[in-house]
């Protein structure tokens, strides 16, 4: 059949989401919206094109088409926008009452994917902002391609800066599959951690302020939900920081130098500089082991050792300070950051602090100044080789991307011989 439609409309409405039964397509619960543009109709395709639109506070505009058949419904888009604030599109007010499955006791996503409507429907999307309003994240040109083509979703050729750097990567779900497979590769290029704080929080913040932040994940996992995805993942994660200034009251704390504590008291706290700070974990069945984790400061070397447990959602790791200078009253030792990622316990070793406790006690038997001994620490710290650090970080991702892309072939290779 053919019908033609072609005129110039205007809408207003309380809510996106009332238009479902018009549309036939899921939109989110948003704020009052009002639009205009024009609306051709041909066969099975209605068109949207050259609208402009306000939800909330956010402008849209652009062209969006609608192919509705008995079987699926393809819709294809080309957007852009000034000004997004995604709390005008994602209301969690009277609109949306949140599941109890979504619950959120930790701090990782569980809201669960639905798949199931994917059978029926393609897309193909397009979009352009100058500015997003996340909460305080400080966020600007964004510009993304979505596509979901036999129940597959992808993010394409994602950017976007963010706190002065830069975000870019892919993410894929394959919904074909139960539970849904999805696929990874992200990257942050020089964020800077001090756009990231509230003005606030920048003028009381001066005991850290770090620099610039690098960081790659490579992950891929089986799961129908962000938190089940992330705990049965495999592939990488690695973290590179450079510059910046942390409290000499903060590090000499982690090593439990009394004689320097006291000092920094008396005399007042100083900041000294990030020399660099490196960490890359292995992630194997939602597991991210420690290979390399090294905090290097003007004053001391933090060795970090341990997992962080991304299914349960807990933190297994031990702060190892090295310092650079000998202090005559120290009671070094590891550091235990443990238990859930939302509330975790850091304590000192007590085992390590046991000991050298006890060998103080006997040596001040035979002569209380030899009681000084073990709580003397020479400081045998060194530089660590920032250069050859962020060198081994970089390779083993880049090695993680390759093997990443090529499990991706093999997966879809299988599938299509599967069908």
């Not at 984790?293 to 004053?299: C, F, K, M, P, S």
């Not at 962020?390 to 290779?413: L, M, Y």
Request: aromatic residues 4%.
């Amino acid at each position: 059949y053919k019908r033609q439609v072609d005129v110039k409309v205007g809408l207003e409405g309380r809510n996106l989401a009332a238009m479902k039964p018009v549309l036939g397509i899921d939109l989110p619960d948003t704020k009052p919206y009002a639009t205009s543009g024009r609306v051709l109709h041909e066969n099975t395709q209605w068109r949207y094109e050259s609208f402009t639109a306000k939800v909330g506070a956010s402008d849209l505009g652009g062209n969006i088409s609608i192919d509705r058949t008995e079987e699926l419904t393809t819709v294809k888009g080309d957007l852009a926008s000034k000004r997004l604030q995604l709390a005008d599109f994602f209301q969690r007010g009277d609109n949306r009452k949140k599941p109890a499955a979504a619950a959120d006791k930790g701090v990782l996503p569980r809201t669960k994917f639905d798949t199931a409507a994917w059978d029926a429907l393609n897309a193909d999307i397009k979009l352009r902002a100058d500015s997003i309003e996340a909460g305080k994240l400080p966020m600007r040109n964004l510009s993304l391609h979505a596509t979901l083509a036999d129940k597959v979703a992808t993010l394409q050729d994602l950017k976007l800066q963010i706190a002065g750097g830069t975000l870019n990567g892919n993410l894929s779900l394959d919904g074909s599959n139960n539970p849904a497979r999805g696929k990874a590769n992200l990257q942050v290029q020089d964020m800077r951690f001090a756009e990231l704080m509230p003005d606030a929080a920048k003028a009381s913040s001066d005991k850290v302020r770090p620099g610039r932040l690098d960081a790659r994940a490579n992950l891929s996992g089986s799961g129908n939900s962000v938190d089940d995805l992330l705990g049965s993942a495999d592939g990488r994660m690695s973290l590179i920081l450079a510059g910046g200034q942390i409290s000499n009251f903060i590090v000499e704390a982690v090593g439990i130098d009394l004689w320097e504590m006291l000092k920094f008291k008396m005399s007042g706290d100083q900041n000294i500089a990030i020399r660099c700070g490196v960490a890359d974990f292995g992630v194997k069945n939602g597991v991210a082991e420690a290979q390399v984790a090294v905090l290097d400061t003007e004053d001391t070397t933090v060795n970090i050792t341990g997992n962080i447990n991304l299914a349960k959602e807990t933190l297994d790791l031990t702060l190892h300070p090295q310092p650079k200078d000998m202090s005559p009253l120290s009671l070094r030792g590891p550091i235990h950051v443990r238990g859930p990622m939302k509330n975790p316990q850091i304590a000192p070793d007590k085992t390590r602090l046991g000991l050298r406790g006890l060998g103080a006690l006997a040596l001040g038997f035979v002569n209380p100044l030899l009681a000084l001994v073990p709580l003397i620490e020479t400081g045998p710290g060194k530089d660590s080789d920032c250069g050859a650090l962020i060198q081994e970080a970089k390779a083993s991702q880049d090695k993680a991307a390759a093997q990443n892309k090529v499990a991706g072939k093999k997966a879809e290779t299988s599938g299509s011989r599967s069908k």
